[in-house]
């Protein structure tokens, strides 16, 4: 595979969700479809590396800030010469959104 930038690589993606999310007030009706928007849109950034033989995986995660604390872990059992993870927070007053991209060689 391919050398990934993993700064442009989470640069973009932090632009992608702010994008979406900037300037906007949490709201349950809207929430899944901005959830949807953002995968949508960092699938494009990472398919932008034009990397064969690979799979990805986005996983998004949007919550209402209000002082509540989370905490998100994950594993893998992968080859890191060739698979890559990227990981990229945004956060307003009002919102919290979590970005996670594995990329996959086969």
Same mark, same amino acid.
């Given at each position: 595979?391919? *050398?990934?930038? $993993?700064?442009? +690589? %989470? ?9 979406? @999310? ?22 494009? *950034?990472?398919? $932008?590396?034009? +990397? %064969? ?9 949007? @919550? ?29 007053? %009002? ?12």
């Amino acid at each position: 595979m391919p *050398e990934i930038d $993993a700064t442009a +690589l %989470k640069s973009s993606i932090q632009n992608a969700i702010e994008r979406h @999310l900037e300037g906007r007030d949490y709201d349950d009706s809207l929430v899944g479809s901005w959830s949807k928007s953002i995968r949508a849109d960092v699938v494009d *950034e990472v398919q $932008a590396f034009k +990397l %064969k033989n690979t799979k990805i995986i986005v996983h998004v995660t949007l @919550l209402q800030q209000g002082g509540a604390g989370m905490h998100v872990s994950s594993s893998t059992l992968w080859d890191p010469d060739n698979d890559v993870s990227v990981t990229a927070v945004w956060e307003s007053e %009002k919102i919290y959104c979590n970005a996670a991209v594995f990329i996959l060689s086969f």
